[in-house]
């Protein structure tokens, strides 16, 4: 018998032990992107956190948090910031719920994914090194010193909201699905040998 989720920790579990397949397929995935390989790769997976963000920027403008509206604009100010004219490419994903709770479990996958942002920091750092003056790394940085303490207050929140379950899940479900979708059209165009691997037509 399933039990009802009764604290924080107990949403926040749920939510990981609900997409903890999708999250290892994610994983697997970036990696095969070769994220941190070369410019061009690592400009592609800045592209697709950017729309990820902007997803998340329209799900807290949905549920109405301005704290968590800030949170997902600083992030695509930094990651903007980081690829420079590129970033003017907007997917337009629109939300397909207007349910709270949804809109609560995609900002679950947006704050989450900057811890792993924080482990992948070094290695952006370490190809910025490499390419001196042409890769930003401001996004990744901030993760580093920031993500987990923003995770932290996510959580919190979270708890505090208490938002429905199944909604949240099928939220995340969605988050980390739109994401798989557009990693998917960006290892095509990597592999295509494309270079700059701008305008995605995803969600037009
Ligand atoms: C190679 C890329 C990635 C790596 C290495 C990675 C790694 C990690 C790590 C180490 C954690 C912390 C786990 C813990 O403390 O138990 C984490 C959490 C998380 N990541 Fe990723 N991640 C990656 C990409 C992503 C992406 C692209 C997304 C979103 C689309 C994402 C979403 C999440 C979420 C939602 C959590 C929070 C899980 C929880 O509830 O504890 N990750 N990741």
Redesign the pocket.
């Known amino acids: 018998m399933t039990r009802a989720p009764s604290s924080e920790t107990d949403i926040?579990?749920a939510?990981?032990a609900l997409?903890q397949t999708a999250?290892e397929h994610?994983?697997r995935r970036?990696?095969a992107l070769l994220?941190f390989s070369k410019p061009d790769a690592y400009r592609s997976f800045l592209s697709?956190?950017l729309s990820?963000h902007r997803l998340g920027k329209d799900a807290a403008a949905l549920i109405g948090d301005e704290r968590l509206q800030a949170r997902e604009r600083e992030a695509i100010g930094l990651i903007a910031s980081d690829l420079g004219p590129e970033s003017s490419a907007d997917l337009g994903i629109p939300l397909p719920s207007r349910e709270t709770g949804f809109a609560w479990g995609i900002l679950?996958?947006?704050?989450?994914?900057a811890?792993?942002?924080a482990?992948?920091a070094k290695r952006a750092r370490e190809l910025s090194d490499r390419n001196p003056g042409r890769l930003g790394v401001g996004y990744f940085n901030h993760c580093a010193q920031q993500g987990a303490a923003e995770?932290r207050i996510f959580c919190r929140d979270l708890e505090r909201k208490r938002p429905d379950l199944a909604s949240a899940g099928a939220g995340?479900a969605f988050?980390?699905d739109t994401?798989a979708r557009l990693l998917e059209t960006r290892i095509d165009l990597c592999t295509a040998g494309s270079g700059s691997a701008v305008g995605l037509t995803v969600g037009q």
């Open positions: 926040r579990l939510l990981k997409t999250h994610t994983e970036v990696e994220p697709l956190l990820m679950y996958v947006c704050r989450g994914s811890l792993g942002g482990v992948l995770w995340a988050a980390f994401f």
